[in-house]
């Protein structure tokens, strides 16, 4: 495999183009040991008994051996002969030279006259480290371009208990009229639309008090931090921190990583650092879910608090809950022991070469078209055009290839349970398509 991506390394269409057959055959192989095509019943039990689950045949790397008592006993007599060569080697050249005892009470230092002082730092040594540690405080705010970060230690007193008073009367509008809303709907789609529009009203009602200050606030920064705050909720109940019983359970996530959470998000965000820590202590304080009508041993969960667990990764399955019951539904078909093993034997070997699987077909997408270097038109047009179509017709047969390989990766990582790897593929597929420079996907391929 190390073989086939150098060679998709370089500039020679045809290399590449069978470099991405290689790998869309090895793929292909895959497909047709996830069927269970050959093997034998005998091979699919000593598979099944060697990899019980699934999880276990993924590859961690090479074997090694922890001491040579566990070496086969051909490799363990050529280990023991190269090592007596080593040591046969080193004794020689220890022999050859002595030591002058002498020499070294020269080379060593005098006696001091007085104690050497170390660790002593001038004022200005301090100053600096005081100046370099106000400077990571102000790169750390600089790396929030796109928030109004106001810190609780530069708002005045005032400002301050209007942005904890609207932070207050968010909590209570959110445990009151929101959450029960949310909580007796059925789909994931409209508890995002009623985020949205909650968030909107928010703003809305916001901008139309009649305040000398005023909190400021845009729909997004409330759309996130209401996500954030029923995320951090749910993984507190989880965590037991409501239950009294419960001793020394242990808090997910700090008021600075909640902070940072909302602030570093990406979108634009307008809510102050002290209106998000006042949010986050009210959360810590009291259960908003509990107190709207959840309770955590009912089955089935509803809705919202099955899209809490796909947003926030809580689930056990990498698969939407949604899908989990569409499974449940259809039913899943029982598999014979030779698609049980194939599928084991199958991510087992896609776990050992996916980076190169990867690595070959995302450089055949991002492959420079061909450009003539004729210097006339003349010879653009007639000598090699024939040769400019032959290479062109080349990177249009790379790129089918490279697509139809991505998508036997997807399908794989699907069928081996690989999900949270087709994020490279799609990576792949949207640089390629959206770039602005460099190397396209045509239209015809999209």
């Given at each position: 495999m190390d073989s086939i991506e150098e060679s998709a390394q370089c500039n020679e269409p045809n290399i590449?183009?069978?470099?991405?057959?290689?790998?869309?055959?090895?793929?292909?192989?895959?497909?047709?040991?996830c069927r269970g095509e050959g093997l034998t019943l005998e091979d699919a039990e000593t598979a099944n008994v060697r990899y019980p689950l699934l999880e276990q045949t993924d590859y961690t790397g090479p074997l090694t051996y922890q001491s040579l008592a566990r070496l086969p006993k051909p490799y363990r007599d050529v280990?023991?002969?190269?090592?007596?060569?080593?040591?046969?080697?080193?004794?020689?050249?220890?022999?050859?030279?002595?030591?002058?005892?002498?020499?070294?009470?020269?080379?060593?230092?005098?006696?001091?006259?007085?104690?050497?002082?170390?660790?002593?730092?001038?004022?200005?040594?301090?100053?600096?480290?005081?100046?370099?540690?106000?400077?990571?405080?102000?790169?750390?705010l600089h790396n929030l371009p796109k928030s109004l970060n106001l810190g609780r230690a530069g708002i005045e007193e005032y400002n301050t208990d209007m942005e904890r008073h609207?932070?207050?009367?968010?909590?209570?509008?959110?445990?009151?009229?929101?959450?029960?809303?949310?909580?007796?709907?059925?789909?994931?789609?409209?508890?995002?639309?009623?985020?949205?529009?909650?968030?909107?009203?928010?703003?809305?009602?916001?901008?139309?008090?009649?305040?000398?200050?005023?909190?400021?606030?845009?729909?997004?920064?409330?759309?996130?931090?209401?996500?954030?705050?029923?995320?951090?909720?749910?993984?507190l109940i989880q965590c037991g921190h409501y239950d009294e019983t419960v001793k020394d359970s242990t808090i997910p996530l700090t008021e600075t990583q909640f902070v940072d959470e909302v602030h570093g998000s990406g979108v634009l965000v307008y809510v102050s650092a002290t209106w998000l820590c006042e949010l986050y202590q009210n959360v810590l304080a009291k259960s908003l879910l509990e107190i709207a009508g959840y309770n955590p041993k009912t089955h089935p969960q509803p809705a919202l608090i099955n899209l809490l667990t796909d947003v926030g990764g809580f689930g056990s399955s990498q698969l939407l809950t949604d899908w989990q019951k569409l499974q449940k539904v259809h039913g899943i078909p029982d598999n014979s022991p030779e698609i049980e093993a194939g599928i084991k034997l199958s991510r087992r070997v896609l776990t050992c070469c996916w980076a190169s699987v990867i690595s070959v077909l995302g450089g055949a997408l991002g492959e420079k078209p061909y450009q003539g270097t004729g210097t006339s038109a003349i010879s653009r047009l007639v000598a090699r055009r024939s040769r400019q179509r032959y290479k062109q017709r080349l990177r249009d047969d790379v790129i089918t290839a490279s697509l139809e390989g991505l998508h036997k990766a997807a399908s794989l990582s699907n069928t081996l349970k690989l999900q949270a790897r087709s994020s490279s593929i799609l990576s792949l597929l949207s640089a390629s398509?959206?770039?602005?420079?460099?190397?396209k996907l045509p239209a015809s391929h999209a």
């Open positions: 590449i183009l069978a470099s991405v057959e290689c790998v869309g055959a090895l793929l292909g192989s895959l497909e047709a040991l280990v023991a002969n190269l090592k007596y060569q080593s040591d046969s080697d080193s004794s020689g050249i220890d022999g050859g030279g002595q030591v002058d005892e002498g020499a070294s009470d020269t080379d060593c230092s005098g006696a001091t006259e007085g104690p050497e002082e170390y660790g002593s730092q001038s004022e200005d040594s301090i100053m600096d480290d005081e100046s370099f540690l106000t400077n990571q405080q102000l790169q750390k609207n932070a207050r009367h968010f909590v209570k509008t959110l445990q009151n009229i929101l959450l029960p809303n949310l909580l007796s709907l059925r789909s994931s789609i409209q508890i995002d639309d009623v985020l949205q529009e909650f968030a909107s009203k928010c703003c809305q009602h916001n901008s139309a008090q009649n305040y000398e200050i005023t909190t400021i606030m845009n729909a997004d920064g409330i759309y996130l931090a209401t996500y954030s705050a029923l995320l951090l909720n749910l993984r398509s959206c770039k602005n420079q460099g190397a």
